[in-house]
């Protein structure tokens, strides 16, 4: 190090912590181990490179890597968008116009912003359903599937709410049909009402208004706490109790991290890119509220619940169905404490283990199917 930076970095360590400054930037999954902020940050960083550690620049580690990526990327997508689109009925519509038809690259920032976050809700998906075939959620790993499990429902509603701001047909009955189905569950129902001001099928200038709060402001700040604890309990902990994993020297696992950072940002950047001009979100007409069109669905991720609502409606009340998606999710989020299983390496009981999940991604599937048959 030259002697003015080294000069600055005295500087600042004398007045600041540095090295708690970088262990709070770092925990987003960028440095790949804990350091020592006790310490001095070169002194800190220095021991943290001697240490052998997992390699997550491996499949099916890397998963976390593209989480970070993607939400980096919708939330500086996000940030440009923001300042063009104006969050009012009168006027959100023609807004986006704007940024689609006026604005240098509007369209495909625009466009890169919608397939980052369905890609976003995919990758996430799959991570989850990684953890649960490979047990990850076992003791002391608990908090990683909970966290993991929490980021995956703020992300579907930062999605919710951002896809009735271009205030378009689709848009805006994609969205009414959404609230239907969450209407249905006790309790998100009436969180929903507090914090949109709607429960049916009208979306007004308040739920659009406060779609927009939560859409910009308050679930990106969760998503950011969520994924700082969630970073920071797996580098506690780790993804894997297996020996194999851990080993490689530190410094050469940090430039590994860094490629692959690199490598996952410019490979997604150009998926992005590639579906926002091969496959466009199209831009419709102004949402009339009072004019409902045929064949809207709700959004992909939804179509589930919505099939096993249509096809129970002759002989369940829709709350009792709405209970027990209420009662599933929750058991879902507690599945560690749940399980009898957390600390046995139960080998022999794997191949159950993954009949379990692909009898429920078949059955999600068969209910997507019929929920966009009857959609």
């Not at 912590?17 to 987003?28: D, M, W």
């Not at 999710?329 to 390496?345: C, E, G, I, K």
């Amino acid at each position: 190090m030259s002697q003015h930076p080294k000069r600055l970095l005295d500087w600042l360590s004398r007045r600041l912590n540095l090295t708690e400054v970088f262990s709070l930037l770092t925990s987003y999954g960028f440095f790949y181990t804990e350091i020592d902020s006790r310490k001095p940050l070169a002194e800190a960083l220095e021991e943290a490179l001697e240490k052998p550690v997992p390699s997550y620049s491996n499949w099916p580690r890397v998963l976390g890597l593209i989480v970070l990526v993607l939400m980096t990327v919708e939330i500086l997508t996000g940030g440009l968008l923001a300042l063009y689109y104006l969050p009012t009925p009168q006027s959100a519509h023609a807004s986006v116009g704007v940024i689609l038809q006026d604005v240098g690259f509007g369209a495909l920032i625009h466009q890169a912003h919608f397939w980052g976050a369905q890609m976003l809700i995919a990758v996430l998906l799959l991570r989850l359903g990684r953890f649960f075939v490979q047990r990850v959620y076992r003791r002391p790993r608990e908090l990683v599937w909970v966290f993991g499990i929490l980021l995956l429902l703020v992300s579907l509603q930062a999605d919710l709410t951002g896809r009735m701001l271009p205030w378009t047909t689709t848009s805006y009955w994609s969205s009414v049909r959404a609230i239907e189905v969450l209407a249905t569950i006790p309790v998100i129902s009436n969180i929903m009402l507090f914090f949109t001001g709607t429960s049916g099928a009208f979306l007004s200038e308040v739920t659009l208004i406060r779609g927009y709060i939560l859409h910009i402001v308050v679930l990106p700040l969760l998503a950011i706490v969520l994924i700082y604890f969630h970073f920071s309990t797996v580098r506690r902990v780790g993804l894997s109790g297996e020996a194999s994993t851990a080993g490689m020297p530190g410094r050469r696992a940090f430039r590994a991290h860094l490629a692959s950072l690199a490598i996952i940002f410019v490979l997604l950047l150009g998926v992005l890119i590639t579906l926002a001009v091969l496959a466009p979100e199209p831009f419709e007409i102004k949402a009339d509220p009072f004019s409902t069109p045929p064949g809207i669905d709700p959004p992909w991720y939804l179509l589930a619940p919505f099939g096993l609502l249509e096809m129970t409606a002759d002989f369940l009340p829709r709350w009792i169905v709405g209970l027990v998606m209420l009662l599933a999710t929750t058991a879902l989020v507690a599945l560690p404490f749940l399980s009898r299983s957390q600390t046995d390496p139960g080998a022999s009981r794997r191949p159950l283990l993954w009949a379990l999940a692909v009898a429920m991604v078949a059955v999600w599937v068969v209910l997507t199917l019929y929920g966009a048959r009857m959609a």
